[in-house]
């Protein structure tokens, strides 16, 4: 592949980067938050294979590849602790979760729906709210169970 | 086959260290045989040591140098574990390992009940194997070394009962006590190699031109008296003697072995060591037989009062190495033979005494004032023979030891020609205390053995321990008095009687051969005993114990009415003339005074400023940062982002 055609995978990386980024910094909803950054992830692969094409060797072949495989081992993790999140406080709103702030501080933004406390008679999984067009049919949430 | 006799003498030392290591290593698997190790090894080097003496006494040249290992070479500095065997060493290291030995033989019964015996044995074998180590190296750092190493086995056992407040503090007051006088042996050792360049006793005191020979007489006189700071504490001289009674607070053996045996005769066998150093200069060695004239009587005329058994004999240490000093004062060969004669002397017949009053407190159950005892006699009748074996010799008795050693001492002062008033007030000093020594040692013999009990409880414990043997919390009761502790009575008390006869007759007197000691110049003519004093103070030595006859063996009023006559002079003996007082306040209060004061300024100025300078990132933390701290991770992932996003535009920015 000729050097001036990096610009353009560079480019596309670029942007899936920063689209995941965004996405990272504006969502609240734990799963949405967590393919954001594997967004970001395969912006980085894109360059490294783009890189590895231009140079004619296998470095970013190599590394891209070592990507992959950690962002599968990392995804398997990040799953199940979002599930174990989800369990505790039946909600994936990140907002429920700012345990760590220094002692005594204010939330930053308190959630707008209180967390169902009582043991729920059968099983719960986590939803994803609604994004983008509010669709045809009256259904409040896609079941991704 | 002779020769590596010598040669190995180091093994003596060694097999102490070595006993050490096993008992601390394997005490508990040991069980209550962990004496073995230390018994052991001290009788190897009791029987090793008496064959180098013999080597040593029977051969010329009188002084062999042994190269151990070299253990530090640096530039100038030449640090060569090097070993001395001549006379005085050889003579100092069989006495230590075999009254060693005796003692260590005796603390199997003495300790048995006690908790802590191996770790009574370790440290007894540490302590035989800095002494023997201490009288052999010929290098002053190791001196040094081996001079704190004895003086760290003292202080933990002197500590041995450290649950007791008592014993913590006094093994803490032994130990602080050394320290002043330790501060100016230190300066005077680094004085002596700053000024020779060398280490060795060989280059300081022996060859054709001894390093000590250039140094200028002020140097010398400045070098001895450091030298004899040291020795002043280590062998509890005034004004540094106030922690020696105190000591006794250790278990019984150790008094023995330590505070009257050998640890505290170190002081005297160093001074001997250079004694060609002290011969060079008049106002060191004045100053040492001052020092000596004064101590000996003021422990004397303190010991006379005392009520304590232990610290009776502890005094009467004091004095019997003031004794050695003044010997070693009047700067003459003979002197410095008749001192260690009397190093020789003192520790058999002090320790016979002491382990004799161990053996006297475990019938009276630990109870030590003498004024509640008497009688004793008649229920330990081996440790009553020993003891009066032992008290004889102190006393000065004529034909036991301690008459011998003291009166060569007492004539090498009369011999110092060119003294003047000095001598002639040391050796009035002296005879005085010769007397005061047979009253107090007879004082303290007839309280104890003679007589009928005077406490009625302690004389039920005492009739008890007769018929049934140890009272402690042990299953066993042994006898009363079994072999493990008759025999070392009985050999020390063989010793109390027949060395000074041994020694000053039958060998031709020590003169001809510890004058040979190494850098000793001719001794002159032998030292002959002037009959006139010899008599006098035979009379003086006689007179004090008979004295003590009519006060002490019987139920007598003369004592109390004496102590009525002559109240405030009593009193000032049995408060110990106060110098424990005057040295709490002219040291030991200014000095938790000066603490006290370092304490408000450490806490007020020095923390405050360090406090001051930890608060100020604090201050800044909670303004600025701890805002930041708000565990939304949204607002984390934009710092990070923004960081990155600086990072990168730098990096643009300087690559283009």
Not at chain 2, 54 to 81: C, K, M
Not at chain 2, 460 to 476: I, K, L, W
Request: net charge neutral.
């Amino acid at each position: 592949m000729p050097v001036e055609f990096v610009t353009d995978y560079l480019a596309i990386g670029g942007v899936l980067f920063a689209i995941g980024a965004a996405g990272f910094l504006a969502r609240r909803n734990l799963i949405t938050m967590f393919l954001c950054v594997e967004l970001m992830l395969q912006g980085v692969a894109l360059s490294l294979v783009a890189f590895s094409a231009t140079w004619r060797n296998y470095h970013g072949q190599a590394f891209a590849l070592f990507t992959v495989a950690v962002a599968a081992a990392e995804a398997g993790v990040a799953l199940a602790l979002v599930l174990l999140l989800f369990r505790q406080r039946r909600s994936l709103d990140v907002l429920w979760w700012q345990e760590l702030r220094e002692p005594g501080l204010p939330l930053a933004k308190v959630p707008e729906q209180e967390p169902v406390d009582e043991e729920p008679t059968e099983p719960q999984w986590p939803k994803l709210p609604p994004a983008g067009l509010e669709p045809v049919r009256k259904r409040e949430t896609v079941d991704v169970g | 086959m002779l020769d590596s006799l010598v040669n190995l003498v180091w093994l003596v030392p060694l097999a102490s260290f070595l006993a050490a290591a096993l008992t601390w290593a394997c005490g508990r698997w040991l069980g209550r045989m962990v004496w073995i190790p230390c018994l052991a090894a001290s009788a190897f080097g009791a029987l090793w040591s008496l064959l180098v003496l013999i080597r040593v006494a029977s051969s010329a040249p009188a002084a062999v140098l042994v190269d151990v290992f070299s253990w530090l070479q640096v530039g100038e500095l030449d640090v060569t574990v090097r070993l001395l065997v001549d006379p005085l060493s050889s003579l100092m290291l069989f006495m230590v390992t075999f009254v060693g030995s005796l003692i260590v033989l005796f603390s199997v019964w003495y300790m048995a009940e006690e908790r802590g015996y191996a770790r009574f044995f370790a440290e007894v074998a540490l302590f035989l194997g800095a002494m023997s180590s201490l009288v052999l190296v010929a290098n002053v750092l190791l001196l040094y070394v081996f001079w704190e190493l004895v003086g760290l086995c003292s202080y933990l056992l002197i500590g041995f009962y450290f649950t007791r407040p008592s014993a913590a503090a006094a093994a803490k007051k032994a130990f602080v006590v050394n320290r002043v006088g330790d501060f100016g042996f230190a300066i005077g050792l680094l004085l002596l190699w700053t000024l020779t360049g060398t280490l060795h006793y060989d280059q300081l005191l022996g060859g054709d031109s001894p390093a000590i020979n250039s140094l200028t007489p002020p140097w010398i006189t400045l070098i001895g008296l450091l030298l004899f700071c040291g020795a002043v504490g280590k062998s509890a001289q005034f004004p540094l003697h106030v922690w020696l009674p105190d000591a006794m607070e250790g278990p019984t053996p150790v008094s023995a072995l330590i505070h009257a045996a050998t640890m505290v005769t170190a002081g005297v066998y160093m001074v001997a060591r250079f004694f060609p150093l002290y011969q060079a200069s008049a106002l060191a060695t004045g100053t040492v037989l001052a020092i000596g004239a004064f101590t000996a009587f003021l422990a004397a005329a303190i010991a006379v009062t005392q009520t304590d058994l232990k610290r009776i004999l502890a005094y009467s240490t004091i004095s019997q190495l003031a004794y050695m000093f003044m010997g070693l004062g009047t700067g003459q060969i003979v002197g410095a033979v008749a001192a260690i004669f009397h190093v020789f002397t003192h520790a058999f017949f002090k320790a016979l005494l002491f382990l004799g009053s161990g053996s006297v407190m475990h019938a009276t159950h630990g109870e030590l004032n003498i004024w509640k005892m008497g009688g004793l006699r008649r229920f330990l009748p081996v440790t009553h023979w020993t003891f009066l074996c032992g008290a004889l010799a102190l006393a000065g008795i004529p034909l036991f030891s301690g008459f011998w050693s003291k009166d060569a001492i007492l004539a090498a002062v009369w011999e110092a020609e060119h003294g003047g008033l000095l001598v002639r007030v040391a050796l009035i000093l002296g005879l005085v205390t010769a007397f005061l020594t047979a009253f107090y040692t007879a004082r303290a013999y007839f309280l104890v053995f003679w007589g009928e009990p005077r406490d009625e409880e302690v004389a039920e414990q005492v009739r008890h321990y007769a018929e049934d043997g140890h009272p402690g919390e042990g299953q066993q009761h042994g006898p009363a008095e079994p072999l493990t502790m008759q025999v070392p009575l009985i050999a020390l008390a063989a010793g109390a009687v027949l060395l000074g006869l041994i020694l000053a007759l039958g060998t031709g007197g020590l003169v001809p051969f510890l004058g040979h000691s190494f850098g000793y110049a001719e001794a002159g003519e032998h030292g002959h005993h002037p009959l006139l004093l010899v008599v006098l103070s035979s009379l003086l030595a006689l007179a004090g114990f008979a004295a003590a006859y009519p006060m002490y063996a019987t139920a007598s009023e003369l004592p109390a009415r004496l102590a009525a006559l002559f109240r405030p002079l009593y009193v000032a003996s049995s408060q110990k003339f106060w110098i424990d007082e005057i040295w709490l306040y002219i040291a030991v209060r200014p000095m938790l005074a000066v603490a006290a004061a370092c304490r408000v300024l450490d806490t007020l100025v020095v923390d405050g400023l360090v406090n001051l300078v930890a608060s100020i990132p604090a201050v800044l933390a909670r303004v600025f940062l701890r805002p930041m701290h708000s565990g939304a991770l949204q607002f984390y992932a934009i710092g990070m982002l923004l960081g990155l996003a600086v990072i990168v535009i730098l990096v643009v920015l300087r690559a283009s």
